[in-house]
């Protein structure tokens, strides 16, 4: 069976193209809060895929000063205003040397030996290094409000690389080089999933697009089976606000504050569109059966049992503690279909790699179910 694990590593590579909505940041709530007298200059490794330009743009509206260190490859036209220093983290980061920075986020550190290079570099640059890991790094999701001490999973042949086959255990190992590097001076973020404009994934975006079409639609598993999404503009805002503080250590990233059913998120998102749309609940065994793949084939959704019967509830406290806040998933769902629909892609591309199930197999199961007389 396919794993949240499996999408995060394809996801990982940003097979998608789109373009991002020009504009401010907006205000939610909890960011009014002046800035720091002082602007951050802060060094960005990535910065133009997903998550990235939420924060350089979040780092904006709060009157730092980005740099932005990649290889030039995504969205290359992004922030032609921002400094750019152009290499390759793997091999080549001379482009960094002789400059400093208030800190560092590292957004795009997957392999131990990569994310060594520049934590062990920069540590003489700079005062403080946040990295951003995953929710994936536990070794599973079997305890509900799993916390930041939960146990992490073991990297079982010590000199992959393969970031497919081992994306969680690598990312544990490349925390640690981050705490070796800034014994004292760390911040490391283990989002849940993550969503909102310019998410290249598309598992959320799935949902969106097939309410919005209307109709009868599959809702997997059990009306309350937990589900979490963070808007990538809360986490970015709220990351900004940690780097102003300079607060450290490890903090889940994940959302709402309280826990989201599976029925709460589907209604919530029928609640920004107009469509006719009508949910037919299909329970687990059935799907499963039938080999629909939790998380890729109905995105998001995973049934909590074993392994998972924590998923949807890693825990936020610290999170929240340190000062995290959400605006409604309405707000989000609302802005990321507009952007979807500002991207002019169709959802069923032949070119784009979707989640989901597609239009005919959706029918085909419903089709299937009712003959089941349920
Ligand atoms: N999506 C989720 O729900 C989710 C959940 C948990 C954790 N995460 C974490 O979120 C991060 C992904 O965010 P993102 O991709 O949206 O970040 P991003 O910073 O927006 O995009 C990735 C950046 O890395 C740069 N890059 C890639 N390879 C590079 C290299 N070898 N040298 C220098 N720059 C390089 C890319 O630019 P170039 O291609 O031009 O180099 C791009 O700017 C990852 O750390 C992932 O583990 C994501």
């Known amino acids: ?34 800035a720091r007298k002082a602007p951050l200059r802060i060094l960005f490794i990535g910065g133009t895929g997903f998550i990235g330009p939420h924060m350089v743009r979040a780092a904006q509206a709060r009157g730092h000063i980005p740099t932005i260190f990649n290889r030039g490859k995504t969205h290359p036209g ?31 550190g997957y392999v131990p030996r990569v994310v060594r290079a520049s934590a062990q570099m920069l540590k ?25 001490d939960y146990d992490k999973a073991v990297l079982p042949e010590p000199t992959s690389e393969d970031t497919r086959k081992y994306y969680g255990p690598l990312k544990v190992v490349c925390e640690q080089e981050v705490r070796n590097a800034f014994p004292e001076s760390h911040t490391i973020i283990r989002p849940g999933w993550i969503v909102g404009p310019g998410d290249n994934a598309h598992l959320f975006t799935y949902w969106l697009v097939r309410i919005d ?75 499963l059966e039938r080999k629909i793949r939790p998380w890729s084939d109905m995105p998001i959704w995973y049934p909590p049992i074993g392994d998972h019967k924590g ?22 769902a609302r802005d990321t279909l507009q952007w979807f629909k500002s991207t002019g892609e169709a959802w069923e591309s032949t070119t784009a790699r979707r989640p989901g199930l597609t239009a005919a197999r959706e029918a085909e199961l419903l089709a299937e179910w009712h003959k089941t007389g349920r």
């Open 78 to 108: 992004l922030f032609p205003e921002v400094e750019r220093l152009l290499g390759d983290r793997d091999g080549g980061l001379d482009v960094l040397k002789g400059r400093t920075w208030d800190c560092v986020v590292d957004t795009s």
């Open 213 to 287: 079409r209307g109709g009868e639609v599959i809702a997997p598993g059990d009306p309350t089976d937990p589900v979490q999404v963070i808007d990538a503009r809360d986490m970015a805002e709220w990351i900004v606000r940690m780097l102003e503080n300079r607060t450290t250590g490890a903090f889940n990233a994940t959302g709402p504050g309280s826990r989201l059913s599976m029925a709460e998120f589907l209604y919530g998102i029928r609640g920004i569109t107009t469509s006719d749309v009508r949910f037919s609940w299909v329970p687990t065994p059935f799907l």
């Open 1 to 34: 069976m396919a794993t949240r694990r499996d999408f995060l590593k394809v996801t990982a590579a940003g097979t998608a193209s789109f373009s991002l909505p020009a504009g401010k940041v907006s205000a939610p709530l909890g960011w009014g809060v002046p």
């Open 124 to 148: 003489a640059q700079a005062k403080h290094y946040l990295f951003i890991s995953t929710g994936d790094v536990y070794k599973d999701l079997a305890v509900e409000n799993l916390d930041e």
């Open 311 to 332: 998923n949807g509830l890693i825990s936020p406290k610290r999170a929240i503690a340190a000062g995290l806040t959400y605006r409604p998933l309405a707000d989000t």
